[in-house]
Each structure stands twice: as C-alpha cells, then as structure tokens.
C-alpha cells in the first residue's frame, strides 16, 4: 500500500516548469513556516525526519495521538484550525500524518473529515486540478485504521484505503454508521440511518427513534438556514453542508449521534430580534457574553413562544429527546462554547464551557443510554 | 363547503415528514400546509392524524399548525375560525398534539 494519498501528474516541458517553479516557491513558503514554529525544535525535526520524502515539500500537521473534543479539544481544534488556515487561506501544501493517532473520537473525527472535505473539495492545483494540496499517510495502529474504514472516511474523501477484510473489528466493541453528508435537510436520509443505528445493535425505543428523527431533521435545517447565513462573510465555504454519523456500543448500551456544520456557530447567528427577546428572558445576557452563555440563550428559546416566526424551535425537539430518555445528554459546541444538557437518573443537569479556540462550526451530539428493560422514561 | 376530511400525514403525504420550508428540504411543513388549506377551501373540517410517521420535528409542528392561522385570511376565515375547523389526532405521541396546540395558541397571540 502506498504511503501517500495522491501523486503529481506528468505534463510537457512547460507545464513541468511551472510545477518546478511553484513547487520552489511552496517549499520556501514551507521552510518559512516550518522556521517560525517557535519553540518546537525537536517535534519539528522529528516531524520533518518521519516524513517520506514526497511529503518534506509539505507542512507537517500531527494528528494527536488522542483526537477527541471532550479529552483533547485544544489539540484536536488547533490541528483543524491550522489545516484551514494553510490550505484554505495561505493554499500551503500540508501533510497530515495519521501515524500515532491511538484514540479516535466520533465526534472530533467527524470534524476533521469535514475539514478535509472541504479542503480537498475547495482547493485543487497543477495539472488538470488534479494535484491537491492536501495529502498524508495512513494509521498504523489497526483498530483505527478499521474504524476509519468503518466510517468512511476514505471513501468520503476519495482516497484509497486498505481492504477492509485486512482490518477486522474488534468483536463486541461500539459499531459505528459511516459519515452522511448533504447540503438539504433530507427526512429519508434522516430515517435510513436511525434504521441503520437500530440494525447495528442500537437499542432504540419507537418513541426515541421518533424523537431523533425529529432532532436529526431540525438539525439538519439549522445547518441549512441559519449556519451559514452570513455566506458572504464565510471563506472558502461549502454552504449549508452538514454531517452526521453515529455509534451503537452493545457493551455499555450507549447511542451515539453527531451532527456537524461549518458555519459561523449560533452565537454570532442569533438575530438582533432574537437577541432583544432572549436579553428578557435570560438574566445578565449581554453580546458580551461569553460563548456558552449565549448557547444556553439559545435553548430557552424552546421554553416560551418568540413570538417571531420560524424561529427557535430546532431546540426544542432536540432536548424533548433528553427529558424523555432516563440517561441521556445533548451537547453543543459551537464556537468558543459548549453547553450539555444532560438527564441521568431522572435529574436534570446543565453545564457550560468556555476556551480560547473556536470551533468553527457547531457540533450537536446526542448520547443515550436507554434502561436494560429498552424503554425509555416519559415524565 | 361541506363534511369533514381526514388527512393522515403518514398516509396522504409522507412518512418522513421534513422541515419547516420547502427550501430547506423535501415533504416540508410549509407544502403540508398548504395542502390543507386547499382541502379547508371545500370542507367544513379537516381531520389531521399525525399517527404513522417516522417522527416530527418542531419547526414542521410550527408551520402546519401555526402557520395555518397566520395563512387563515387566505381562505376568508379569522384566526379563531380556523381553529374550529381543525381536529387533531395523535395517539402514538400525545406531545405531538400539545406542540400543535401551543403553535396554534402562539399564532393566534402573534396575530
């Protein structure tokens, strides 16, 4: 299996030397870049001594050996946010080595596929657009390896991956749904997963499969109409794409389901009218206010009418799908914020949580464990 | 104008009921809609069984239900007519019924 995921092409003479041309000037670009990682001499030279040969023309970006949101999030945001920058702004060719990755979220792996995706799909160079600026090498570990075939994330990607019979999974571990994404809030495509969830094990009550179908649904438009409203500001955008994908562990019962957007995060999408009205609402609300507060803002729109038509309603399904279930959560990260909605043994919790990075998008995850008797709780 | 019609979503329009407005995606709230105001033009009641589907968003609740009094002039009734000639059925999921109610409540107030 070869290591990289794409090769240059060959053209005449004159085409030749332009690649040459552009490749000097991207290497110097690189060596720059690569010059002014301060203070990371050693995992720069290390990261630059693994790499084979093809890719020492490109920026090395090292996924962490734990990519996840809840255990890692500043390397796992930093990694995404570096990938955008250089490919997407600076179009610098960049290397993404898989090698060392041990642990692999669903939700942070989500988040960069999509990165990817739109990386790939929104930069394209050289001879017949067929020289990317995006390329890397594959995980050695095997068990990541299966759950990124598992997923789909070559096949959304357009890279050749191993033979999936190379890589079995591991018996009894969480069975996962391979990546969807679509850029309209599809119904069908919304319940063929759920069925998908439930043939994978997931023990999912009528009542919950018709209450994701609606979160899904709700999400979905959201992505739609209020993510990416202000397209003109967004860069390099591919507006109203969204993603989902999902895992049923037999193990611990636990239901998972992740839906992803690239746009600018609720609390800048939140209206000027919408704001007035939740300042009533909320205590000590400001524009000030920090990321989270202004996602849990968000979600008090389910508990009165706006009065504003068309709006702040997607929450209210999606957290009527956690007051229904015994243990259970909703957790958004969007932009610099989080907020997690949780039920466990029949109590309420609520938690908000602030970094310096930003997302670059909003993510909503569900989790639910449903009682050994596979019904769910209806207060 | 006369009788009563029964309009099952899962039966006459779509098992996988979608979102708010047509522009965001397929079996829309927003067409439903529509779909019912046409049958209110040649019955006195409309019967909707909101049974059978897959499951509902609140926007698609939204649209129908509270959309159907902010669009009642469209067939020369006043917001509170239009409430008298809806019936809703949903004995799969009661708080399908009470999201529908308060939708309708909330347009009346808005109106």
């Not at chain 1, 669903?106 to 790939?120: I, K, M, N, P, S």
């Not at chain 1, 067929?130 to 390896?145: F, K, S």
């Not at chain 1, 957007?261 to 609300?285: K, S, Y």
């Not at chain 1, 929450?315 to 997690?340: I, N, Q």
Request: glycine share 10%; with cysteine; hydrophobic share 35%.
């Amino acid at each position: 299996m070869k290591l990289v995921y794409c090769r240059e092409t060959p053209g005449g003479r004159s085409a030749r030397l332009k690649r040459f041309r552009r490749r000097v000037s991207r290497s110097r670009a690189v060596l720059a870049y690569v010059a002014n990682m301060e203070g990371e001499r050693h995992k720069r030279s290390d990261a630059l001594s693994l790499l084979p040969s093809s890719a020492r023309r490109r920026i090395p970006l090292i996924v962490p050996e734990v990519l996840s949101l809840e255990h890692n999030y500043d390397e796992t945001v930093r990694l995404v946010n570096d990938l955008r920058k250089l490919v997407l702004e600076r179009r610098l060719p960049v290397f993404i080595r898989f090698k060392g990755v041990k642990q692999l979220e669903l939700a942070a792996t989500l988040y960069l596929t999509a990165e990817l995706y739109r990386c790939r799909h929104l930069t394209t160079g050289g001879f017949m657009g067929q020289w990317r600026l995006v390329n890397g090498d594959y995980p050695v570990d095997g068990p990541i390896h299966a759950q990124l075939i598992e997923l789909g994330f070559y096949e959304v990607l357009g890279i050749p991956s191993a033979d999936p019979g190379d890589y079995p999974q591991a018996d009894g571990g969480p069975k996962m749904v391979s990546f969807r994404t679509n850029t309209t809030s599809d119904p069908e495509a919304a319940g063929k997963f759920l069925s998908e969830l439930s043939r994978l094990g997931a023990p999912l009550s009528a009542q919950n499969q018709r209450d994701l179908q609606g979160c899904l649904v709700e999400a979905m438009a959201n992505a739609i109409d209020h993510a990416y409203k202000f397209d003109r500001e967004l860069k390099n955008a591919i507006p109203k794409r969204w993603w989902l994908t999902g895992l049923a562990d037999p193990k611990t019962r636990e239901v998972g389901i992740v839906v992803f957007d690239q746009g600018h995060g609720i609390p800048r999408t939140l209206d000027r009218t919408l704001f007035e009205w939740l300042q009533i609402v909320v205590a000590g609300l400001t524009e000030n206010s920090p990321d989270s507060k202004l996602i849990e803002a968000a979600t008090q729109l389910r508990r009165t009418s706006t009065g504003l038509q068309g709006r702040g309603k997607g929450f209210s399904t999606m957290m009527k799908f956690v007051d229904r279930c015994e243990d259970g959560e909703l957790l958004v990260y969007s932009a610099c914020g989080s907020h997690l909605y949780s039920r466990r043994n029949g109590t309420l919790g609520v938690h908000g949580a602030d970094r310096t990075l930003s997302l670059g998008g909003t993510l909503i995850q569900w989790r639910v464990r449903p009682s050994l008797s596979g019904m769910d709780i209806a207060p | 104008v006369s009788g009563k019609i029964l309009v099952s979503v899962a039966r006459d329009y779509s098992k996988t009921p979608g979102p708010r407005y047509e522009t965001q995606g397929p079996f829309s709230g927003e067409r439903f809609r529509a779909m019912i105001l046409g049958k209110l033009r040649t019955a006195d009641k409309v019967v909707i069984d909101l049974d059978g589907t897959r499951g509902y968003g609140s926007s698609f609740i939204d649209e129908v239900f509270g959309g159907l009094i902010r669009h009642s002039r469209e067939i020369g009734l006043s917001g509170s007519e239009m409430v008298g000639r809806i019936e809703i059925l949903s004995e799969e999921d009661p708080s399908y019924l009470t999201e529908a109610n308060q939708a309708m409540e909330d347009a009346l107030r808005s109106l």
